[in-house]
């Protein structure tokens, strides 16, 4: 709910996503402080930060498919996995980085349409197992593929980025390198519900039959979901390849996908603005179970690495539950009502 | 011609622990419309219950006869039922497929954790119940325990397809998978519906633990044959109890060729993308399954 005292006078104005002036600058100086960031963060932030806008484009990717356009995809971290071994190929063979980049997102997109082709055929929960038979094909035939080709077993190194003969391979470098473009994905995510093919994507996420009747290609619609969902998991892949130095099979799971999946659901699934909430909501319970198992290793108790591990999966499953049971919109929601409740204070919100 | 018979008779008995994996999906399915992908977890859940009331009670100075410890698992897989039907599924009846699917993603992550908490991660080995060794009929090998495993499996589908097409309660189970909405305006108690789907599930399912793992080695990995289940179930049709073990057959006889025929050739893919392969291959082709209804929402 907007404030009093705020009206539009053109069309372009009122669908704009940042209606006011305030609001603008906000995000300028939510901007400059993400810029300024590597002035005074330490390498440890700087790779917590650039391995949070990674997961932040992956979920934009999910957002696309499962939020915009209600297809399951449980593959996401498969579809990362195959940006990030076509990087790894890709740029061993020479090619610049600003070429790599949309080349594995290319590669990617394509590999998802073809998991997406039974959309022509089946909906529901039967599409999701789709993709969790991507989920589960993709090590077997990464692995079982000759090691020459995306190195099996062993995995493959990554040549690193430079433009304009410039080195990214820093932390500062793969910092801003993340933080460009989780910025282009969120941009794209704000306002696709705006455009013409985001509108389609809503309206076969609301009821695929009446899509259908007002003459929007579902099918088509439903398998460039999965594309445009897979490009931005691509951009992730490849942005992970180089960050990581070394793509391996095993960082690929069906446990990140999962991950993926709750962090879009926690934070919201129908506002461009839940990937973001969740994202950094479930990193920062990761890292509070992190130093909270640190500190009890460091005081003696008798607690493992997977102890860890296990525990961080019984929380985020925790997550995903209350956010399902209780709040379906999520934590944006949760924002956008304590927004409108800061407005009209003191009054009660109806 | 012996050596191809043998891969066969391995096969189909491997593929009916699958159809027995695969009826306790279906089992959940028809009852209550809930695809489980946590399947797998459930099943170790209840192969580590088992592993408690007897390899891991004997450990600790009490060792419990075989039989009260079937019977106390049997139990211990009532309650785990029922608790996780009260806690997850009736919040969420009547809601959309997605939050249905994603409940079952959060169970299966869910269960994975806390059974590593609960009994660790390493892996033990599982309690001896059915005979160990080999039969020799004419000049075949066959395997005791999947011998029993296969002839357990065909009873139990028999007497489930009768508990669902015949008793008072199982046709109403069968309204429930049709519809949520539907089945309540009858009159039918979707909770008991999901309440006796998620116990039969977990006793299924820990059935299968116990052909499957007897005297073997159990460890958290061993949820894999849940995602290898899935294929089995849809290829059966979710909702034919019969489907699954046949699925399971030819599942288990075409994986066992691929992996003697086809995976010297291939560095050992072709068994492990097969039942996979099939899945697409069966929601492309014939969305409903062999043996499923035909419904509008696969089209």
């Known amino acids: 709910m907007r404030p009093t005292g705020i009206w539009f006078d053109s069309y372009a104005s009122e669908a704009r996503v940042l209606e006011t002036r305030r609001s603008r600058v906000w995000l300028l100086i939510l901007l400059a402080f993400l810029v300024c960031v590597p002035l005074a963060a330490g390498p440890w932030l700087l790779g917590e930060m650039t391995h949070l806008f990674i997961t932040l484009i992956a979920v934009y990717g999910l957002f696309v498919t499962v939020g915009m356009a209600g297809q399951i995809n449980i593959a996401q971290s498969a579809f990362v996995g195959v940006g990030a071994f076509a990087t790894a190929k890709l740029s061993g063979m020479g090619l610049p980085f600003w070429l790599v980049v949309p080349a594995a997102a290319l590669v990617t997109g394509c590999v998802s349409v073809l998991f997406a082709l039974p959309a022509a055929r089946v909906r529901g929960f039967y599409l999701a197992l789709t993709t969790l038979a991507a989920q589960v094909m993709f090590p077997i035939v990464i692995l079982a593929l000759p090691m020459s080709w995306l190195g099996g077993l062993v995995g493959m190194p990554v040549t690193p980025p430079s433009l304009f003969g410039l080195s990214l391979a820093t932390p500062t470098g793969f910092y801003y390198l993340g933080l460009g473009f989780a910025v282009i994905a969120a941009w794209m995510a704000f306002n696709l519900p705006r455009s013409r093919f985001g509108r389609a994507l809503r309206a076969v996420h609301d009821n695929d039959t009446a899509a259908g009747v007002l003459g929007i290609p579902v099918t088509r619609i439903k398998i460039e979901s999965f594309f445009a969902g897979a490009l931005f998991a691509g951009v992730a892949g490849a942005i992970l390849a180089y960050f990581l130095q070394f793509v391996t099979v095993s960082s690929f799971t069906l446990f990140t996908s999962v991950w993926y999946l709750g962090m879009l659901i926690v934070g919201g699934i129908h506002s461009p603005l839940g990937p973001i909430l969740g994202v950094v909501f479930i990193t920062l319970v990761q890292e509070g179970l992190h130093s909270v198992a640190n500190a009890l290793l460091q005081s003696g108790a008798a607690i493992g690495g997977g102890a860890v591990f296990a525990l961080s999966s019984v929380a985020l499953a925790i997550c995903i539950l209350v956010a399902l049971i209780f709040e379906p919109r999520g934590l944006a929601h949760l924002w956008h009502s304590a927004m409108t409740g800061f407005r009209l204070w003191p009054f009660p919100r109806t | ?299």
């Open chain 2, 1 to 299: 011609m012996i050596n191809f018979l043998q891969i066969l008779i391995e096969g189909a008995l491997v593929g009916l622990v699958y159809g027995l994996v695969a009826i306790s999906f279906v089992v959940i399915y028809r009852a209550s419309r809930i695809i489980n992908l946590a399947q797998g977890e459930v099943l170790v859940f209840g192969a580590f219950m088992l592993w408690t009331f007897t390899e891991g009670a004997a450990g600790l100075g009490f060792p419990i006869p075989l039989p009260v410890a079937l019977l106390l698992t049997l139990a211990g897989c009532t309650v785990f039922g029922m608790v996780i039907e009260r806690t997850i599924f009736r919040p969420l009846i009547g809601q959309s497929a997605f939050t249905i699917f994603m409940a079952g993603v959060a169970l299966l992550i869910l269960l994975r954790g806390l059974a590593q908490l609960i009994w660790g991660a390493e892996s033990r080995s599982a309690p001896v119940i059915l005979p160990e060794g080999a039969i020799e009929i004419g000049p075949f090998l066959v395997n005791t325990r999947l011998l029993i495993g296969a002839i357990f499996t065909v009873a139990l589908t028999q007497a489930l397809h009768l508990f669902f097409t015949k008793s008072r309660l199982g046709l109403r189970l069968a309204a429930v998978a049709e519809d949520h909405t539907t089945a309540l305006s009858l009159g039918v108690s979707v909770r008991q519906a999901i309440g006796v789907a998620w116990v039969l599930g977990t006793v299924v399912a820990t059935a299968a633990a116990v052909v499957l793992l007897s005297g073997s080695i159990l460890s958290l990995e061993v949820a894999v044959i849940g995602f290898k289940a899935l294929p089995v179930a849809l290829l059966g049709g979710l909702e034919s109890i019969r489907g699954a073990p046949l699925a399971g057959l030819l599942i288990g006889i075409f994986e066992a060729l691929a992996s003697a025929y086809l995976d010297p050739l291939t560095n050992g893919a072709a068994s492990g993308v097969l039942p996979y392969a099939v899945m697409i291959a069966v929601l492309l082709i014939r969305p409903y399954g062999l043996f499923g209804w035909r419904k509008i929402e696969r089209l």
